[in-house]
């Protein structure tokens, strides 16, 4: 080290030692300013209507696809159209799916009514083990819920935990999303908003093992830009958006 060097070194050093000595403390605490909370965004029932038709519009230009089921209990039945029109199965023929827990799919009888259509729900418990992987890497079709999903982009929110393993949108060839009214937003940040006026905002992202962002089935381009489906996820990706408001 040059002698030049040195002396540089140690009026550095002189410095930071006469600021940590003195009364004041060489950074000011990051205190963040008293605002108010912005209101809460409500939606009528006419603008939710207009959210879904945004939210579908934006997944079709992705390679999505979307419908609205007007009643809860639609939605079971057409669950059931759409794995059959994915797996062709012969008449009484169970189809397996893979899926989170019925219980956080929000949607009454779910699993009873779909029994009665022969499709039977798998929701693992654990992927450790060799034989559960294998049995879910082998079914077609994933079916899950949303945390919330966005009109400005089709995106949509999963957040995996017990009971929803993310394997069911990750695995199959075929994403069922199950996206109720009241989970649809306009914007990204209208999402955030609500989850702070809920004071569940620190929470989510504590507990949530992962949160996924899915805008669409999965797409890969080669080198000349070919575009390709399903390479890293699902090719298919269907939601079916259903009132829960009622």
């Known amino acids: ?49 207009s ?4 939210f579908g519009v ?8 979307f419908e609205l089921a007007h009643r809860e ?24 799916v893979l899926s989170w827990a019925p219980s956080e799919l929000h949607v009454a009888r779910l699993e009873q009514t779909l029994a009665e259509l022969d499709v039977s729900l798998f929701v693992p418990d654990d992927l450790a083990e060799l034989q559960v992987r294998d049995r879910a890497a082998s079914l077609e ?14 995106s949509v929110v999963l957040t995996p935990a017990p009971g929803r393993s993310r394997a069911a949108a990750l695995l199959p060839l075929h994403h069922l999303i199950l996206v109720p009214l009241s989970r649809i937003y306009a914007e990204f940040e209208d999402w955030l908003q609500r989850l702070r006026q809920q004071g569940r905002l620190e929470a989510l992202v504590r507990e949530s093992g992962q949160i996924a962002f ?3 089935p999965s797409k890969s381009a080669d080198i000349e830009l070919n575009l ?4 890293h996820g699902p090719k298919v990706v269907h939601a079916i958006v259903f009132d829960d408001t009622q």
């Open 58 to 65: 934006n997944l079709s230009e992705l390679s999505g696809s």
């Open 1 to 49: 080290m040059t002698e030049r060097s040195t002396a540089s070194r140690d009026r550095i050093l002189r410095r930071l030692r006469s600021s940590l000595s003195g009364s004041q403390p060489p950074f000011r605490d990051s205190v963040e300013p008293d605002l108010p909370d912005p209101p809460m965004t409500v939606y009528p029932p006419s603008e939710r209507l």
């Open 228 to 231: 390709t489906l399903g390479v």
């Open 214 to 216: 899915i805008t669409g």
């Open 51 to 54: 959210l879904v038709e945004s």
């Open 141 to 154: 079709v994933g079916i899950t819920g949303v945390e919330a999903a966005f009109a400005s982009t089709g």
């Open 73 to 96: 209990r639609d939605v079971a039945e057409r669950v059931a159209q759409k794995v059959a029109e994915w797996i062709p199965n012969g008449e009484h023929k169970t189809t397996e």
